[in-house]
């Protein structure tokens, strides 16, 4: 059985960093797909990142230029670093996990990130950035 725990979130004022992460255990299988979801109160939740078993990223315009995920097979963790924080990324941060019979392709890491069809999902950590 999946199971992900996400931690790392916290208090940080505009301009500041943080570093979320996420343990992962009870993968099956080689391929996957893992990812960063976050939702504000009142908004729908939204993708932020995207890697997958091969390595490859993708960032939500949002994010991007200011967040880098990763994964560290050793670790079994997935984590997202973001700098320059904006309060409007404030939110509860989750984790995401789809496992894959076929090897990962763009299509696919583009289409989960945006229709949010992971299979997996952590209980989330919360991000609050002031001005």
């Known amino acids: 059985q999946v199971h992900l725990v996400e931690s790392g979130g916290g208090s940080v004022q505009a301009g500041g960093s943080l570093r979320l992460s996420c343990t992962v255990s009870?993968?099956?299988?080689?391929?996957?797909?893992m990812a960063w979801y976050r939702q504000a109160p009142g908004n729908a939740r939204e993708g932020v990142a995207v890697i997958d078993s091969g390595g490859a990223t993708f960032y939500a315009d949002s994010v991007k230029g200011r967040s880098t995920i990763s994964r560290d097979n050793a670790e079994n963790t997935l984590s997202l670093e973001m700098n320059n924080l904006k309060p409007e990324d404030t939110g509860m941060y989750f984790c995401?996990?789809?496992?894959?019979?076929?090897?990962?392709?763009?299509?696919?890491?583009?289409?989960?990130?945006?229709?949010?069809?992971?299979?997996?999902w952590g209980q989330g950590t919360q991000v609050v950035v002031s001005s």
């Open positions: 995401a996990v789809d496992e894959s019979v076929t090897p990962p392709d763009p299509n696919r890491r583009y289409s989960l990130l945006y229709n949010g069809d992971f299979a997996h």
């Open positions: 009870g993968l099956t299988s080689r391929y996957y797909y």
